[in-house]
Nanobody, 117 residues
Framework: QVQLVESGGGLVQAGGSLRLSCAASGNIFSINAMGWYRQAPGKQRELVARITRGGGGSTNYADSVKGRFTISRDNAKNTVYLQMNSLKPEDTDVYYC?????????WGQGTQVTVSS
């Protein structure tokens, strides 16, 4: 059984910052990558940021968050973080943690991020 536990969402004013955390636990053998996705009601889930486990940890970001969001990881704790700065109202969504463990994708329960104008 694998669990992803997210924390750090909430309400913030435009221009503010939030930091999301996601800790993975359970029967984990080999994590290939961890990341964050977001989804608004009636829309598809989209990638926000992703980081691989190996080497220096290569990252990729959605164009809409480049320069504002930073993803990082702590391999020893099986934890991934998303530092979100200069938040905009259009960043309002439910954010989901994702983990690719070997060939299986796991998802967190989602955490709401609301940015007021």
């Amino acid at each position: 059984q694998v669990q992803l536990v997210e924390s750090g969402g909430g309400l913030v004013q435009a221009g503010g910052s939030l930091r999301l955390s996601c800790a993975a636990s359970g029967n984990i053998f080999s994590i290939n990558a961890m990341g964050w996705y977001r989804q608004a009601p009636g829309k598809q889930r989209e990638l926000v940021a992703r980081i691989t486990r190996g080497g220096g940890g290569s990252t990729n970001y959605a164009d809409s968050v480049k320069g504002r969001f930073t993803i990082s990881r702590d391999n020893a704790k099986n934890t991934v973080y998303l530092q979100m700065n200069s938040l905009k109202p259009e960043d309002t969504d439910v954010y989901y943690c994702n983990m690719l463990e070997r060939l299986t994708n796991y998802w967190g329960q989602g955490t709401q991020v609301t940015v007021s104008s």
